[in-house]
């Protein structure tokens, strides 16, 4: 089995800065594409930014020019900056990764997410 966990999330003020990070473990060979999403309440998830094995990224565009991915393929995690946040950044902040387990099987994973609240 394969787990992401996600840690970093908390209180800020809007203008502030966090950064989420998402370590996976278990019985993982390789990750592909690697990403963060969102889901405030009563809205439905959404992808914020995602990142390819190769380091090609793509930013959802309320988020760009604030947020940058990046990843540690050595420690298999991913990691979000956000900088600038915003009230409407406000969400649940979940880790998504495209990977192939040591078994061969192909899986996409999640973590359990991690809040992020922005106070104005």
């Known amino acids: 089995q394969v787990h992401l966990v996600e840690s970093g999330g908390g209180l800020v003020q809007a203008g502030g800065s966090l950064r989420l990070s998402c370590a996976a473990s278990?019985?993982?060979?390789?990750?592909?594409?690697m990403a963060w999403y969102r889901q405030a309440p009563g809205k439905e998830r959404d992808l914020v930014t995602a990142?390819?094995?190769?380091?090609?990224?793509t930013y959802a565009t309320s988020v760009k020019g604030r947020f940058t991915i990046s990843r540690d393929n050595a420690k298999n995690t991913v990691y979000l900056q956000m900088n600038s946040l915003k009230a409407e950044d406000t969400a649940v902040y979940y880790c998504?990764?495209?990977?192939?387990?040591?078994?061969?099987?192909?899986?996409?994973?999640w973590g359990q997410g991690t809040q992020v609240t922005v106070s104005s």
């Open positions: 998504n990764a495209d990977g192939i387990e040591i078994t061969g099987r192909r899986g996409d994973y």
């Open positions: 278990g019985s993982i060979f390789k990750f592909n594409a």
């Open positions: 990142i390819t094995s190769g380091g090609s990224t």
